[in-house]
């Protein structure tokens, strides 16, 4: 089934570890992009690529990074997690194409809790 | 500074017409997004404007005016399964968008 997913659906983490989430798409969409969610905030965005090879700073990048290898995968990296990046991680994807609409598809996400 | 705003929360009842507003200040427009997103799960995509008027999908239309910085999600002939939160986005003049906190919905029998 085509769609986007995302590895591991929740994880526990203790300050100061590293952790990757994982990102897959079998849409051949060129554009990914990761966002968290709070409550009582919107949808912020951390990074995103327009293309396999680039990346971009989205609002709130500090203490995250990301890579894109290849068209499918964009995983993100907490380097040293804190407890402020407890949130739920939604990874998304479009076709960016040149044209509207270019909507964003959603992953289910990823329940992140740093203790 | 950008702003997205909706109703934290409103509550309708099962078969009743319900409309969820939303008003932004953006750097730039490039089209309006709502998206549905039910407890616990991803966002799901639902309209989009990015010419002034009503758009209509179905039981849910969705309605731009770019001269107010306005929109509003119509839904009809709700049911309980319309229970959820409604997110409204706009895409800025750097082509990211910009979300609103969502506005939770509550659908009673």
């Known amino acids: 089934i085509a769609g986007i997913t995302q590895a591991p659906t929740s994880q526990i983490l203790a300050a100061g570890r590293r952790m990757t989430l994982r990102c897959t798409q079998d849409m051949r969409h060129n554009a990914m992009y990761w966002y968290r969610q709070d409550l009582g905030l919107g949808l912020r965005l951390i990074h995103y690529?327009?293309?396999?090879?680039?990346?971009g700073k989205g609002e709130v990048p500090d203490g995250y990074s990301v890579s894109r290898a290849n068209t499918d995968d964009f995983p993100l990296t907490l380097a040293s997690a804190v407890p402020s990046q407890t949130s739920v991680y939604f990874c998304?994807?479009?076709?960016?194409?040149?044209?509207?609409?270019?909507?964003?598809?959603f992953g289910p996400g990823t329940r992140l809790t740093v203790l | 500074g950008q702003n997205i705003d909706q109703p934290t929360e409103m509550t309708a009842t099962e078969g009743a017409i319900v409309q969820i507003n939303c008003t932004y200040q953006?750097?730039?427009?490039?089209?309006l997004f709502w998206y549905q997103q039910h407890a616990g799960e991803a966002p799901t995509f639902l309209s989009y404007n990015v010419l002034d008027g009503l758009e209509e999908k179905g039981r849910f239309s969705s309605f731009l005016s770019r001269s107010k910085g306005y929109s509003y999600l119509l839904l009809k002939e709700l049911q309980m399964k319309d229970s959820a939160s409604y997110l409204c986005a706009v895409r800025d003049s750097n082509y990211q968008l910009i979300w609103g906190a969502g506005t939770k919905l509550i659908i009673k029998p």
């Open positions: 690529s327009n293309t396999a090879g680039t990346t």
């Open positions: 998304a994807s479009s076709e960016k194409a040149g044209g509207p609409p270019d909507t964003q598809y």
């Open positions: 953006t750097s730039g427009f490039n089209g």
